[in-house]
């Protein structure tokens, strides 16, 4: 029984033998092959690169000479890129600088056009702009010795004369304290011609009449503005002034307020609208402004009434005011004045306006909150009528009427036509009025929260990107070409800057301009197809979302970018937002135009079709001999 248990042990252990010596004979087998074959593979492409195993071809090859063999070469380059720039050569003759007697030069301005026009109501000193074959192709030089203006707030003090080589001024107002020439710069004292002794003691006296420091007086308008140091003063309360002023004879008035840092436009009452959306500003002023309130049917105060909120004030001082003390003064009789002041008081009462009061030198009057009344005294006051065709926010090229623009419906007296706007600094953030009410296509509360959100986050991307624009008081005037809810300039606010917030007329199916004012802020309307109605180097910074988008087809963009590097002070920079391919034609075309720029991501990565651009002018200035010429 042993010996049988024994055998099936010597045959599993035979049969394990054999197994192991046959997984032995496959792995020795395959590992020859591969050798083999690897071998083989090496002797192949070692000798076939240079003989064929084909007796055919081995006859072929010796029978064609070397030489007469070619080799392809191999192309690595890539063919999806566009073209190279130009050399430096040909991008700077691309725009070659205007000779320097341009250097202030405003295109809807101009002297020698406005000559052309009628006189009759200032006709000739309103936008009359060049046609298209008059368009200058070349860069605005700045004077000789021009620099850096100074710093807010030492800026609203002083001026470098280089910058604006203009005394006359300073003789003309000598006796009014508006400038003075100290050294190589101006010095304003704050004067005016109905406040000699300084500004701030002339806004101290409103201020005792009405009260604007509550923050419900936020925006106003300076008509006739000077040098716009009652808009100077003001921004020291909070209260942000759009000042305007013609280009006439009282030299480069609104350059100076621009140099010095405050909001200010070449502007005048004449024909037409002026460029600001109905019920934008909370008090409007005149300081012996020359505007005649009283003539043509009181066509100008109509203007104010449409401007001005209801319940807003209108200041005015100088001529007639006060006309028993100042008439000798004023090289006027005294039958001559109180009659002014009599076609004045007529015109106030036949718009509804509330004289508040007259003090001194001041008067006040004040805009009803709605037009309930208004409507009904029409019977009393057969004119001015109200208008009924018209939209009141139409205003580029807009024709003046002598009829009463409507408020908004109420429900009752006591309720405030358009809605009650909070008061600052509230008011930036509150819904505005035209939101909330639903006036506005597709523009929500929602829509409006987002996008103050998503502003504060591009502004806060634009910093690291600009650091010019991160540094506290390097920038002053800013330009925002393409404003929609004024989103860019809200989240600014805390800065010592300020923002004119474009709204392109283009865009006038949405016209948004007045949302920017219901937030406290300040803008105008502009076809960029024309040139602005400002100086050459107003702006230290440009801002541009989808502009050149919005304007393709319409006007060439060679001319934007001609009129952005006017309004550009030298060293100052640009951001636009657009499509990458629009980027890369206007960063092309400002490369022949000294400009230093580069092209970076979207705030939300590089998978983003919308890139930004970043430019900065580089300094150049007309040279001392052409200048002194």
Same mark, same amino acid.
């Given at each position: 029984?042993?010996?049988?248990?024994?055998?099936?042990?010597?045959?599993?252990?035979?049969?394990?033998?054999?197994?192991?010596?046959?997984?032995?004979?496959?792995?020795?087998?395959?590992?020859?092959?591969?050798?083999?074959?690897?071998?083989?593979?090496?002797?192949?492409?070692?000798?076939?690169?240079?003989?064929?195993?084909?007796?055919?071809?081995?006859?072929?090859?010796?029978?064609?000479?070397?030489?007469?063999?070619?080799?392809?070469?191999?192309?690595?380059?890539?063919?999806?890129?566009?073209?190279?720039?130009?050399?430096?050569?040909?991008?700077?003759?691309?725009?070659?600088?205007?000779?320097?007697?341009?250097?202030?030069?405003?295109?809807?301005?101009?002297?020698?056009?406005?000559?052309?026009?009628?006189?009759?109501?200032?006709?000739?000193?309103?936008?009359?702009?060049?046609?298209?074959?008059?368009?200058?192709?070349?860069?605005?030089?700045?004077?000789?010795?021009?620099?850096?203006?100074?710093?807010?707030?030492?800026?609203?003090?002083?001026?470098?004369?280089?910058?604006?080589?203009?005394?006359?001024?300073?003789?003309?107002?000598?006796?009014?304290?508006?400038?003075?020439?100290?050294?190589?710069?101006?010095?304003?004292?704050?004067?005016?011609?109905?406040?000699?002794?300084?500004?701030?003691?002339?806004?101290?006296?409103?201020?005792?009449?009405?009260?604007?420091?509550?923050?419900?007086?936020?925006?106003?308008?300076?008509?006739?503005?000077?040098?716009?140091?009652?808009?100077?003063?003001?921004?020291?309360?909070?209260?942000?002034?759009?000042?305007?002023?013609?280009?006439?004879?009282?030299?480069?008035?609104?350059?100076?307020?621009?140099?010095?840092?405050?909001?200010?436009?070449?502007?005048?009452?004449?024909?037409?609208?002026?460029?600001?959306?109905?019920?934008?500003?909370?008090?409007?002023?005149?300081?012996?402004?020359?505007?005649?309130?009283?003539?043509?049917?009181?066509?100008?105060?109509?203007?104010?009434?449409?401007?001005?909120?209801?319940?807003?004030?209108?200041?005015?001082?100088?001529?007639?005011?006060?006309?028993?003390?100042?008439?000798?003064?004023?090289? /006027?009789?005294?039958?001559?004045?109180?009659?002014?002041? +009599?076609?004045?008081?007529? !015109?106030?009462? @036949?718009?509804? #306006? =509330? %004289?508040?009061?007259?003090?001194?030198?001041?008067?006040?009057?004040?805009?009803?909150?709605?037009?309930?009344?208004?409507?009904?005294?029409?019977?009393?006051?057969?004119?001015?009528?109200?208008?009924?065709?018209?939209?009141?926010?139409?205003?580029?090229?807009?024709?003046?009427?002598?009829?009463?623009?409507?408020?908004?419906?109420?429900?009752?007296?006591?309720?405030?036509?358009?809605?009650?706007?909070?008061?600052?600094?509230?008011?930036?953030?509150?819904?505005?009025? /035209?939101?909330?009410?639903?006036?506005?296509?597709?523009? +929500?509360?929602?829509?409006? !929260?987002?996008? @103050?959100?998503? #502003? =504060? %986050?591009?502004?806060?991307?634009?910093?690291?990107?600009?650091?010019?624009?991160?540094?506290?008081?390097?920038?002053?005037?800013?330009?925002?070409?393409?404003?929609?809810?004024?989103?860019?300039?809200?989240?600014?606010?805390?800065?010592?800057?300020?923002?004119?917030?474009?709204?392109?007329?283009?865009?006038?199916?949405?016209?948004?301009?007045?949302?920017?004012?219901?937030?406290?802020?300040?803008?105008?309307?502009?076809?960029?197809?024309?040139?602005?109605?400002?100086?050459?180097?107003?702006?230290?910074?440009?801002?541009?979302?989808?502009?050149?988008?919005?304007?393709?087809?319409?006007?060439?963009?060679?001319?934007?970018?001609?009129?952005?590097?006017?309004?550009?002070?030298?060293?100052?920079?640009?951001?636009?937002?657009?499509?990458?391919?629009?980027?890369?034609?206007?960063?092309?075309?400002?490369?022949?135009?000294?400009?230093?720029?580069?092209?970076?991501?979207?705030?939300?990565?590089?998978?983003?079709?919308?890139?930004?651009?970043?430019?900065?002018?580089?300094?150049?200035?007309?040279?001392?001999?052409?200048?002194?010429?």
């Amino acid at each position: 029984m042993a010996a049988m248990a024994c055998i099936p042990r010597r045959l599993s252990q035979i049969t394990l033998f054999n197994t192991k010596n046959l997984t032995l004979y496959h792995i020795t087998l395959v590992v020859i092959l591969c050798t083999t074959f690897y071998l083989i593979g090496i002797w192949q492409h070692s000798v076939g690169t240079t003989f064929s195993s084909s007796s055919a071809a081995a006859a072929f090859l010796s029978s064609v000479p070397c030489s007469s063999l070619k080799t392809t070469q191999l192309d690595f380059l890539p063919h999806h890129l566009p073209p190279d720039p130009p050399s430096e050569t040909a991008r700077a003759a691309q725009f070659p600088p205007c000779d320097h007697s341009f250097s202030e030069y405003t295109p809807c301005e101009d002297v020698q056009r406005s000559l052309k026009f009628d006189r009759d109501m200032l006709i000739y000193r309103e936008r009359h702009c060049p046609e298209k074959d008059e368009l200058l192709k070349c860069r605005i030089p700045a004077p000789y010795g021009y620099k850096v203006p100074f710093r807010w707030p030492q800026g609203r003090e002083f001026a470098w004369f280089a910058n604006v080589p203009h005394k006359e001024l300073t003789v003309e107002k000598k006796n009014q304290n508006w400038i003075k020439v100290e050294g190589d710069r101006f010095r304003f004292p704050g004067g005016g011609t109905m406040f000699p002794h300084g500004a701030d003691a002339y806004i101290d006296d409103i201020d005792k009449l009405i009260n604007l420091r509550d923050g419900s007086i936020r925006t106003a308008i300076d008509t006739g503005c000077g040098v716009a140091s009652w808009g100077a003063y003001l921004l020291s309360r909070n209260i942000l002034a759009m000042s305007f002023a013609p280009r006439d004879t009282h030299e480069a008035q609104v350059q100076f307020a621009l140099e010095r840092g405050v909001p200010a436009m070449i502007g005048v009452m004449a024909s037409i609208r002026l460029p600001y959306p109905s019920r934008a500003f909370d008090m409007a002023h005149c300081s012996r402004c020359l505007i005649p309130w009283g003539l043509y049917d009181g066509l100008y105060l109509i203007e104010v009434d449409r401007v001005l909120r209801p319940g807003g004030y209108w200041i005015l001082s100088g001529p007639p005011i006060n006309w028993q003390k100042h008439w000798k003064g004023w090289n /006027r009789t005294t039958d001559d004045l109180k009659s002014e002041q +009599t076609r004045i008081e007529t !015109v106030a009462k @036949s718009l509804c #306006w =509330k %004289k508040l009061v007259q003090k001194d030198d001041l008067a006040v009057w004040q805009k009803p909150t709605n037009h309930v009344h208004c409507k009904a005294n029409r019977k009393d006051f057969k004119r001015p009528p109200i208008c009924h065709t018209q939209n009141p926010d139409m205003a580029w090229y807009t024709k003046l009427e002598t009829c009463l623009t409507p408020l908004p419906h109420v429900s009752n007296i006591k309720e405030i036509a358009g809605g009650q706007l909070a008061k600052w600094p509230e008011r930036l953030n509150a819904i505005p009025p /035209r939101i909330s009410s639903g006036s506005l296509l597709r523009i +929500t509360e929602t829509v409006f !929260v987002e996008n @103050s959100e998503l #502003w =504060k %986050k591009r502004v806060e991307y634009y910093k690291t990107i600009d650091h010019q624009l991160a540094e506290t008081g390097r920038y002053r005037n800013l330009l925002d070409m393409n404003a929609y809810l004024g989103g860019f300039a809200a989240a600014l606010v805390d800065d010592p800057v300020w923002v004119m917030n474009i709204v392109p007329v283009e865009a006038d199916q949405i016209n948004t301009l007045g949302v920017v004012y219901e937030r406290g802020l300040i803008g105008t309307y502009q076809n960029w197809c024309e040139a602005m109605s400002t100086y050459p180097r107003t702006y230290d910074f440009i801002h541009g979302d989808a502009i050149f988008s919005l304007y393709k087809d319409r006007c060439e963009m060679e001319d934007i970018v001609l009129e952005m590097d006017r309004i550009l002070r030298p060293e100052s920079s640009v951001i636009i937002r657009d499509d990458v391919d629009v980027l890369m034609k206007l960063k092309n075309m400002m490369d022949g135009m000294q400009w230093d720029g580069r092209i970076v991501d979207h705030e939300d990565g590089p998978h983003e079709r919308t890139k930004i651009l970043f430019a900065v002018k580089q300094y150049w200035v007309a040279s001392p001999l052409s200048q002194n010429q």
